[in-house]
Nanobody, 125 residues
Framework: VQLAESGGGKVQTGGSLRLSCATS????????IGWLRQAPGKEREGISC????????YYAESMKGRFTISKDNAKNTVYLPMNSLDAEDTHDYFC???????????????????WGAGTQVTASC
């Protein structure tokens, strides 16, 4: 299983970025792909998750409306367009994959052995 994030970078407050999570090594349709983020010294927090096995999508309440998860089945890639970014969105962003039926933990934990290396997002004035 391989996941590779891209699309991070520096952006001015109010700007937008689109993160990508390219996946390989597993059956895309059988897995949920989640996006999480973590700032230095802080706990990781779930942003959104798309379960390809049943079409369900999940969002952290605080990020609904600004972040919209989507996918390209032909490319086995999941995207996270992010709008209206501000300094509080400055984090390392990760994607993870798991088969939801194998875990009892909630989607926003994305308890899994399958993680990408992350991509850094910095939003500033």
């Amino acid at each position: 299983v391989q996941l590779a994030e891209s699309g991070g970078g520096k952006v001015q407050t109010g700007g937008s970025l689109r993160l990508s999570c390219a996946t390989s090594g597993f059956t895309f349709d059988d897995f949920a792909i989640g996006w999480l983020r973590q700032a230095p010294g802080k706990e990781r927090e779930g942003i959104s998750c798309m379960d390809n096995s049943d079409g369900s999508t999940y969002y952290a309440e605080s990020m609904k409306g600004r972040f919209t998860i989507s996918k390209d089945n032909a490319k086995n890639t999941v995207y996270l367009p992010m709008n209206s970014l501000d300094a509080e969105d400055t984090h390392d962003y990760f994607c993870a994959a798991r088969q939801m039926s194998l875990y009892e933990s909630p989607w926003w934990s994305m308890e899994s052995d399958n993680w990408g290396a992350g991509t850094q997002v910095t939003a500033s004035c």
